[in-house]
């Protein structure tokens, strides 16, 4: 069964300070890795998909790599802004499911 | 493009009633859709989903049933709703399987007293 954690639970920094949010993957069979973003109360918008045969994607200030042998991919946000303030998903895909972790809350003080 | 639809926004239900949440996606054909639970300081749980009309499976034992009546609609059922099925539900479809990019709709806020 594929387990997805997500280090730390929570991060607060002020703004301007780039954010680095990890995820690690117990299953290393896996079709790609999709990085989501969470407003309170709302439903997930898609930032990343990191298909297994990359290393990498960016768009815009966000970065993700994916190391798929370690099990581990990292999203960097420069320059952060207090509108980046949400909680971050990673989901890894494999046999029509997604697995997610439990997410990193984010606050970015201004 | 494409678009997902989730109602209602929020529900309130007593316990013993019926439960019906739908679904619907725009703008594509033969989607596989998705029902998921999250429950509060834990990750998504995947509870159904269906690569066709009529085709459901069943990710966990539990009191929901779901629907696919039409190609781009999806139902989240119950009979009789338990004070466990509180929570955040939410919809998504992808293309073919899941090695495609999914797209999440707003979310059901379903709580019951």
């Known amino acids: 069964k594929q387990e997805v954690t997500q280090i730390p639970a929570a991060l607060s920094v002020p703004e301007g300070e780039n954010l680095v949010l990890n995820c690690s993957f117990t299953d290393s069979a896996i079709y790609n890795l999709q990085w989501f973003r969470q407003d309170p109360g709302k439903g997930l918008t898609s930032l990343l998909l990191?298909?297994?045969?990359?290393r990498e994607q960016t768009s815009g200030r966000l970065n993700a790599s994916l190391d798929k042998s370690s099990g581990r991919s990292t999203l960097y946000i420069a320059a952060s802004q207090p509108g980046d303030s949400a909680t971050y998903l990673c989901a890894v895909s494999g046999d029509y499911k997604l697995s997610f972790g439990a997410g990193t809350t984010v606050t970015v003080r201004a | 493009s494409q678009t997902i639809h989730q109602w209602p926004a929020t529900l309130v239900q007593p316990v013993g009633s019926p439960l019906s949440l739908e679904c619907t996606v725009e703008?594509?054909?033969?989607?596989?859709l998705y029902w998921y639970r999250q429950a509060a300081g834990r990750g998504l749980q995947l509870l159904f989903y269906?690569?066709?009309?009529?085709?459901i499976s069943s990710e966990v034992p539990q009191n929901l049933s779901a629907s696919r009546p039409q190609d781009r609609q999806f139902i989240l059922s119950s009979k009789k709703l338990l004070l466990s099925d509180s929570g955040f539900y939410l919809c998504?479809?992808?293309?073919?399987?899941?090695?495609?990019?999914?797209?999440f709709g707003q979310g059901t806020r379903l709580t019951v007293v």
């Open positions: 269906s690569v066709g009309i009529g085709q």
């Open positions: 998504a479809w992808s293309r073919l399987s899941m090695n495609t990019e999914a797209f």
């Open positions: 990191i298909q297994s045969s990359q």
């Open positions: 703008g594509t054909s033969n989607p596989n």
